[in-house]
């Protein structure tokens, strides 16, 4: 007789956590629950990419979502530095970001530095159509487990030369000490034009030309400009030389926290925006800034053409950037033969002509 209590007892009490287990697990997050989300931009406020893409991004997010999603953007890299993005996004830092492939070397995005490697890309245009090609072909798996893509790779208008006196052959190259902001590729076509490569960060390459310390500095129009540096270093090349792929993502947990409804908002309608404002906020801004500088540099300095045959010469410095971009690849456990392979496909297929 006890023992008949006893396994009634035990049964009654299996049957009940049995309900509270299933339970459990049919609970889902409920479609009208409010989201916030916290985004890290490196720009400050007055940057064109706050202006034509992330203020129109957290539009964007309130219109698809109806109002349930919110996103808090802090700029000037309020809650963490550029070079930290992937891991402090996929830490819970905070939500959404920007990765840079500059500072990608070491994260799963580095297939994605490929985009910058020098002369590649002739513009913004083939540039996109190119990268998204590659992506398709090699997507970032490892990264996609600890975040959520905001759309495909995006990318910067081009880094040209500025430099303290014209440049017209590679002959006026030698012997120059030449800033850039890191990358063995780069490094090494810089020292292939017989100038000497110094690494400098972008906030101190003002005063390094100003002084002096260095002759040129690679820069891009758009951040030339807004750093003054077009005023120590007046002469500019009408070289397209380098793009930096843009990689924005949200963290993989919190997507995976969202209620449905807002996974699909993201998946179908908001995802893939903030690439295209980026070209689109590029393609415009950099006109105008082309515009205003050669208004501005009027007898005191300017764009530089070179002719074809010296375009040439400086351009074929390129294949010791791509080699190393090759052996580095290699050195991460990648192919970095069939990497660069493909993306030379690839470049054919737009009707790219490599230099080398």
Same mark, same amino acid.
């Given at each position: 007789?006890?023992?008949?209590?006893?396994?009634?007892?035990?049964?009654?009490?299996?049957?009940?956590?049995?309900?509270?287990?299933?339970?459990?697990?049919?609970?889902?997050?409920?479609?009208?629950?409010?989201?916030?989300?916290?985004?890290?931009?490196?720009?400050?406020?007055?940057?064109?990419?706050?202006?034509?893409?992330?203020?129109?991004?957290?539009?964007?997010?309130?219109?698809?979502?109806?109002?349930?999603?919110?996103?808090?953007?802090?700029?000037?890299?309020?809650?963490?530095?550029?070079?930290?993005?992937?891991?402090?996004?996929?830490?819970?830092?905070?939500?959404?970001?920007?990765?840079?492939?500059? !500072?990608?070397? /070491? @994260? +799963?995005?580095?297939?994605?530095?490929?985009?910058?490697?020098?002369?590649?890309? &002739? #513009?913004?245009?083939?540039?996109?159509?190119?990268?998204?090609?590659?992506?398709?072909?090699?997507?970032?798996?490892?990264?996609?487990?600890?975040?959520?893509?905001?759309?495909?790779?995006?990318?910067?208008?081009?880094?040209?030369?500025?430099?303290?006196?014209?440049?017209?052959?590679?002959?006026?190259?030698?012997?120059?000490?030449?800033?850039?902001?890191?990358?063995?590729?780069?490094?090494?076509?810089?020292?292939?034009?017989?100038?000497?490569?110094?690494?400098?960060?972008?906030?101190?390459?003002?005063?390094?030309?100003?002084?002096?310390?260095?002759?040129?500095?690679?820069?891009?129009?758009?951040?030339?400009?807004?750093?003054?540096?077009?005023?120590?270093?007046?002469?500019?090349?009408?070289? !397209?030389?380098? /793009? @930096? +792929?843009?990689?924005?993502?949200?963290?993989?947990?919190?997507?995976?926290?969202? &209620? #449905?409804?807002?996974?699909?908002?993201?998946?179908?309608?908001?995802?893939?925006?903030?690439?295209?404002?980026?070209?689109?906020?590029?393609?415009?801004?950099?006109?105008?800034?082309?515009?205003?500088?050669?208004?501005?540099?009027?007898?005191?300095?300017?764009?530089?053409?070179?002719?074809?045959?010296?375009?040439?010469?400086?351009?074929?410095?390129?294949?010791?950037?791509?080699?190393?971009?090759?052996?580095?690849?290699?050195?991460?456990?990648?192919?970095?033969?069939?990497?660069?392979?493909?993306?030379?496909?690839?470049?054919?297929?737009?009707?790219?002509?490599?230099?080398?």
């Amino acid at each position: 007789m006890k023992n008949k209590i006893l396994k009634t007892v035990i049964s009654g009490f299996t049957i009940l956590l049995l309900a509270a287990c299933g339970s459990d697990q049919t609970t889902s997050t409920p479609s009208n629950e409010k989201v916030q989300l916290t985004m890290n931009s490196q720009f400050a406020t007055v940057h064109h990419i706050h202006r034509n893409v992330y203020e129109p991004f957290l539009k964007i997010v309130d219109e698809k979502t109806n109002g349930q999603v919110s996103v808090e953007l802090h700029p000037n890299s309020a809650l963490g530095a550029p070079d930290t993005a992937y891991d402090d996004i996929k830490n819970g830092v905070y939500d959404v970001g920007m990765i840079t492939a500059t !500072n990608a070397l /070491n @994260t +799963p995005f580095f297939p994605y530095t490929i985009g910058t490697l020098p002369f590649a890309f &002739p #513009d913004l245009e083939t540039a996109y159509n190119v990268l998204e090609k590659f992506e398709v072909k090699h997507p970032p798996k490892k990264a996609n487990q600890d975040l959520y893509n905001l759309g495909p790779v995006a990318l910067t208008e081009p880094q040209t030369i500025f430099s303290r006196t014209p440049i017209k052959s590679v002959e006026d190259l030698k012997g120059m000490k030449i800033a850039f902001q890191g990358g063995k590729g780069i490094e090494k076509l810089v020292t292939s034009w017989g100038a000497t490569p110094v690494v400098i960060k972008g906030v101190d390459v003002y005063q390094a030309l100003e002084r002096g310390v260095v002759d040129a500095s690679l820069y891009t129009v758009l951040g030339g400009m807004g750093s003054k540096i077009h005023e120590v270093g007046p002469y500019l090349l009408d070289l !397209n030389i380098f /793009n @930096t +792929p843009l990689i924005t993502v949200m963290s993989k947990d919190v997507y995976e926290r969202m &209620p #449905d409804n807002v996974k699909e908002a993201f998946d179908n309608e908001i995802s893939g925006q903030v690439p295209t404002m980026y070209k689109g906020s590029y393609d415009s801004e950099l006109a105008k800034a082309k515009e205003q500088l050669t208004q501005e540099l009027e007898g005191k300095g300017g764009w530089i053409k070179l002719s074809p045959e010296e375009e040439a010469k400086i351009k074929l410095g390129a294949k010791a950037a791509w080699d190393a971009w090759i052996e580095e690849a290699n050195k991460k456990g990648y192919d970095g033969e069939q990497l660069v392979a493909d993306f030379k496909e690839i470049l054919k297929e737009e009707g790219v002509e490599l230099p080398f």
